[in-house]
C-alpha cells in the first residue's frame, strides 16, 4: 500500500512497533469513514482505548505487583532497619536471604514491577509517534494532502524558498528534506501540522493559482477531520489560545487525570522510609505539571491521548483495587509457601515456615515493644550501678581497697541472683 512510503517513525524497535500500531488506527479511522463520521479525535479516543485493552495484561502485572508491594513493604522496612548500620558481607548477604524470602512469600520477583513497564515503552513511544504522524499511517488522511503537496511541487524553485524553509524549519523539517528523494512526504508532514494562520502565510508564498485552488479544495475536508469541539488536533493549543481559548482544557486535563492516576497507583505505604517512597512522591508532583507542559507545546491530539489514556489506567487500576482487596493475603502467601517448599524439597532443603503477613500497624507496635525494652533495660542498668556505687562509698573497707572493690561486686552479683 502507498501509505506505508509516507514518512513514519524508523526508530530502532519503535519503529515496526508503531507500524503495526499504524495498521490499528488506520483500521479505526476507516471504519468510522464507512460510518460517515471521519474524525480523528474519535479515532484518537478508540484507538487509545483499544491499544491499552491490549496492553491490559501487562498493565494490571504491574498494579498488581504495586499493590502488592504496599502489603509487603513493613517487612522489608523491618529488614532494612535491622541491617541499617551493618555493612560487612556476611550482613549484606544476611539481608539479600532475607529479603528473597519476603518475595519468595508474596510470590514476586524484585524486577516484577520494572518488567512489564520496560515492555511498555516501546509500544508508549508508538503510540505517540502514530498519533504525531497521521498522514504517515491513515491512508485516507493522506490523500486529502496529495493534491496540494503535487500542485506545490510543480512550483519551479519551491524547493529553495527561503520563506518555505523557515515555515518548515519552524516545525523541524530541514532545507535538505524538500531536496532528497523523501521530499513529498516531508511536505505532507509539513502541511499537516499547520495552523489555520500557517495556511495563509503558506498560499501567500507563492500566490499560484494551482495551489491556491488545492488549498482551497482540500482544507475545508482537512479541518473537518481534524475538528474536535472547535480544536485542531493536528495544531497546539499554544498556537490556538487566541482563537480558541478552551484548547486550555486539554493541557489542564492532561495534568490532572495524570496527577489522579499516578496517586492511585502510588506506593503508598504510610511511611517515610518506605523504599521509593520519596521518588514517587516526587514523580505524584513532577509528572502532572510536565503533563501540562508537554500537552500545551505538543498537537492537541497528543493532549487528547494522554487524557483518555489516563482516564482508561484509572479504570484499569480500580478494577485492580477492587481485586486487591477481596484477596486474602494470608491464604495467597500460604499458597506461594506452598510452590516455594515444592521447590525446596526437590533441592533436598527443609521447608521454610509461613510468617504472618506484618501491617505498617504491627511493626510500628513491635518498634515500641523494642524501644520500651530497651529503655527498661537501660533504667536497670543505671539503677544497679548507682546501687553498686552506694554500696562501695558507704563500705566500713578502705575506699579503692582491693577487699571494697570485692565487696562491691559480691553485693552486685547477689542483688542480681535474687532478681532471678
Known sequence: MSFLTLTQS?????????????????????????????????????????????????????????????????????????????????????????????????????AAGCLPMLIQIPLIFALYQVIYKIPGYIQSV????????TALMNIE??????????L????????????????????????????????GTFQNIFQNDALTQAVNTSLPQINAINNFFGINLASS????????????????????????????ISVNTGNEDAPGAGMMKSMNTVMPIMSVFFCFTFSAGIGLYWVISSLTQMVSQYCVNRYMD???????????????????????????????????????????IEEKREKAATVRREEQMKASTQYYNNTNKKKGSLAAKAGMVQQYNERNSKKK
Open 10 to 110: 524508523n526508530w530502532f524497535i519503535i519503529g515496526p512497533v508503531a507500524q503495526v500500531l499504524g495498521w490499528v488506527m488506520n483500521a479505526i479511522y476507516e471504519f468510522l469513514d464507512m460510518l460517515s463520521i471521519p474524525s480523528i479525535g474519535l479515532s484518537i479516543i478508540l484507538y487509545t482505548i483499544i491499544v491499552k485493552a491490549l496492553m491490559l495484561p501487562l498493565s494490571i502485572k504491574q498494579q498488581k505487583f504495586s499493590k502488592l508491594n504496599m502489603v509487603m513493604n513493613p517487612e522489608i522496612v523491618k529488614i532494612q532497619k535491622k541491617y541499617k548500620n551493618k555493612k560487612d558481607n556476611v550482613s549484606m548477604m544476611k539481608q539479600q536471604e532475607e529479603l528473597k524470602d519476603v518475595y519468595s512469600k508474596y510470590g514476586v520477583s524484585p
Open 142 to 149: 493522506k490523500n486529502m494532502f496529495v493534491p496540494i503537496q
Open 157 to 166: 524553485g519551491w524547493a529553495t524558498n527561503e520563506q518555505l524553509i523557515e
Open 168 to 199: 518548515g524549519t519552524k516545525h523541524a523539517i530541514r532545507a535538505t528534506d524538500f531536496t532528497g528523494a523523501d521530499a513529498a512526504n516531508r511536505v505532507i508532514d509539513l502541511l499537516y501540522v499547520l495552523n489555520q494562520a500557517e495556511w
Open 237 to 264: 493549543p499554544s498556537a490556538q489560545i487566541t482563537t480558541a481559548w478552551w484548547v486550555l482544557l486539554i493541557p489542564i486535563l492532561a495534568g490532572l487525570t495524570q496527577w489522579l492516576s499516578t496517586k492511585m
Open 326 to 368: 477481596r484477596i486474602d493475603i494470608n491464604a495467597m502467601v500460604s499458597k506461594n509457601m506452598e510452590k516455594v517448599n515444592a521447590k525446596r524439597a526437590k533441592q533436598g532443603l527443609p521447608p521454610k515456615k509461613v510468617k504472618p503477613v506484618l501491617s505498617v500497624k504491627n511493626l510500628e507496635e513491635e518498634e515500641e
